[in-house]
C-alpha cells in the first residue's frame, strides 16, 4: 500500500461540511414553528399540534397527536444539535489540515531556501512566492533545475 492511499480531499470536507448544514437548515425552517433560538433547535412543533389536537373530538388521537408531536419535536432537536456538531467537526478537521498543509509548505520551502537560497536573504523569503516562481525564478540562477528540464 503505497501513500496514495492516505490522503484528505479538503474540497470534499468543505462540501459535507455545508451539505449538513444546508440539511440542517432546511431541518430547522421545515420544522421550527417556534421563534427565535427555539425554533432554530426544532423548537415550537409540539404547541402547533396540541393546539391543533384540541379540535380533533377524540381523547385518544389527541393524546396521540400531542405524544407525537412531544417525541417528533425533541428528535429534531437531537439530529439539529447533531448535525450542527458533526458540520463544526469537519471544518474544525479542514483547519487542521489546512494549517498542516501550511506549516509543512513553509517547511519545504525554507528548506529549500536554506540550500540553495542566497544565503544574505531572510530563510523566510521564500515564504510567500508560489511553487512555480521558486523552480522558475529562482533555482535555474543558482544552477539547479528540476527533473525534466535538461540544462
Known sequence: MGHEAFGVDLDALHTA???IRDAVAELTEMAGWGFGAWAAEGGGMADEVISSAAHTGHDELRA????????WEWGVRILVDDGQAAADGLADSRSVYERADEEA???IKRALHTAF???MQDSGAWDEQSWSSIW???LPTLGVRPE????
Not at 525534466?148 to 540544462?151: A, D, Y
Request: proline share 4%; hydrophobic share 25%.
Open 148 to 151: 525534466g528540464q535538461g540544462r
Open 17 to 19: 461540511e455545508g451539505g
Open 105 to 107: 509548505t513553509t517547511a
Open 136 to 138: 522558475q525564478d529562482e
Open 64 to 71: 396521540a397527536l400531542t405524544e407525537f408531536a412531544t417525541a
Open 117 to 119: 537560497g542566497d544565503p
